[in-house]
């Protein structure tokens, strides 16, 4: 389970601010994995297979930190089975859809959508796949290990109010100093979409077969065999 833990720290002042805080990128997916860390040390559950939660710098230079930890992993990579990467999940509209980037290009994101729709949200592939966002967070350092992986986001439909606000979003905070703690938070979407995470961490964890790329997935040609 991973989220990237940098951002752009100093830079060109915008309205006279220089600082570039970065709370939603990736502020909210570190913040995600620090409660996960909190739920194993007060309830500690118990799966099959272990869990790192991996916080990782470098991503805003070009996925450095995860590419690294990739390339010189803590644990034999052969064990690494399954990434799920958190970056920038937006809670600033209601939660009615989750974006699964990698919906249908392995078990791991049929099972992400599996575990959306057990919660009565509705899953659904990248609305604009012409951004590429599935190879452009530090999920495609493990894929390109041949880790199957997805990245998760809180969704919203094309040509639509929430598509709106995202975009408002994207236009004026994303990479910006006013990506900070002063904006609103949708902290039930926020609550609603950590939910829908955990459970498929733990479903990933407890399966009795490890996530396999599918059979005409682009990306099975980096499949260890």
Not at 62 to 90: H, Q, W
Not at 97 to 122: F, P
Not at 130 to 155: C, E, H, L, W
Not at 174 to 187: E, G, I, K, R, T
Request: hydrophobic share 35%; aromatic share 10%; proline share 7%.
């Amino acid at each position: 389970m991973s989220a990237h833990i940098d951002h752009l720290g100093i830079g060109e002042p915008i309205n006279g601010d220089k600082i570039y805080n970065g709370a939603m990128d990736n502020g909210s997916g570190s913040a995600m994995l620090l409660d996960f860390a909190r739920r194993f040390k007060k309830n500690h559950p118990t799966f099959k297979r272990s869990i790192i939660l991996l916080w990782v710098t470098g991503e805003e230079k070009g996925l450095l930190g995860s590419r690294y930890f990739a390339e010189y992993p803590t644990v034999p990579v052969n064990s690494i089975v399954a990434n799920i990467n958190t970056d920038m999940f937006l809670p600033i509209i209601p939660l009615q859809s989750v974006t699964i980037h990698g919906l249908r290009e392995s078990d791991l994101g049929e099972w992400a959508g599996q575990v959306a729709k057990q919660h009565g949200i509705e899953p659904q592939d990248d609305p604009r796949p012409q951004r590429n966002t599935f190879i452009r967070s530090d999920q495609y350092s493990f894929i390109r290990k041949g880790v199957p992986a997805v990245a998760m986001d809180v969704g919203y439909k094309l040509d639509t109010p929430q598509q709106k606000v995202i975009d408002e979003w994207l236009r004026n905070h994303y990479h910006a100093p006013s990506d900070d703690l002063n904006q609103p938070v949708n902290l039930e979407t926020a609550g609603r979409f950590e939910g829908v995470v955990w459970d498929l961490l733990a479903f990933a964890a407890d399966a009795e077969r490890t996530p396999q790329w599918k059979p005409d997935s682009f990306f099975k040609r980096f499949a260890r065999h």
